[in-house]
């Protein structure tokens, strides 16, 4: 699996678009970008993944850049209950599913 | 549906007694999974099944064993616990590869104390 590199924290506040960024640049053709996100020392909850394509689901959109190097895990409208650790991981299509965590990035979102 | 449910949620040990984490998923997934995460630390994968009968190593391996008799059950043994495996454990299942949906499902996680 490629490295990922994600900042440690930030903050965003409530109402407005949380923007997380993630670098992969050594991510290969076959590896997808998955985001999960951990609450509170809770298992962590699977968020949203993609290719290459942009992707949007009911909780969060996915932006990943033309030559892949790059991603960005959009909140729309951060709530106090995003406030969580998000991580960032590029996992290979094929053979298994060996799912390594980094530090991921802590979120505060702010009254 | 269940999910993953892992028991016990919490458990205190002495050092040097033996005890097994279970874990279980009724969404018929072939890959299971361990990890651990130390307060203000990520997840590390101790070990991983990719089915029935089949496991092997992560990153933290020693001190822990597993085994995978079924497609639902992946039980974690501490075989003489140390205060080194203080420890949240999680465990994971999800679907193989060649599936639509392969996203990994987490239990909530046991709270593990070795004193």
């Known amino acids: 699996d490629a490295k990922t590199t994600q900042p440690p924290s930030m903050d965003c506040a409530e109402g407005r678009a949380a923007n997380l960024p993630c670098n992969h640049s050594?991510?290969?053709?076959?590896?997808?970008v998955y985001w999960y996100r951990q609450i509170h020392s809770q298992g962590p909850q699977y968020i949203i993944h993609?290719?290459?394509n942009n992707e949007t689901n009911e909780m969060a959109s996915l932006i990943i850049t033309e030559d892949r190097k790059s991603s960005t895990l959009i909140l729309p409208h951060a709530t106090l209950r995003d406030t969580a650790v998000y991580y960032c991981i590029a996992r290979n299509s094929g053979g298994y599913q060996k799912v390594t965590f980094g530090t991921g990035t802590k979120l505060q979102v702010i009254p | 549906n269940a999910g993953v449910t892992q028991t016990p949620k919490f458990q205190v040990l002495k050092t040097g007694q033996s005890m097994t984490l279970q874990c279980a998923q009724d969404m018929n997934h072939e890959y299971m999974s361990w990890y651990r995460q130390d307060p203000g630390m990520g997840l590390r994968l101790i070990h991983y099944?990719?089915?029935?009968?089949?496991?092997d190593q992560g990153e933290v391996p020693n001190g822990y064993n597993v085994s995978r008799s079924t497609t639902e059950d992946f039980p974690l043994r501490l075989l003489s616990a140390a205060p080194s495996q203080t420890s949240v454990y999680f465990c994971?299942?999800?679907?193989?590869?060649?599936?639509?949906?392969?996203?990994?499902?987490f239990g909530q996680g046991t709270r593990l104390t070795v004193v």
């Open positions: 050594t991510i290969s053709g076959n590896e997808y």
């Open positions: 993609g290719l290459k």
């Open positions: 099944s990719v089915g029935a009968g089949i496991t």
């Open positions: 994971a299942s999800s679907y193989a590869s060649n599936r639509v949906r392969t996203e990994a499902f």
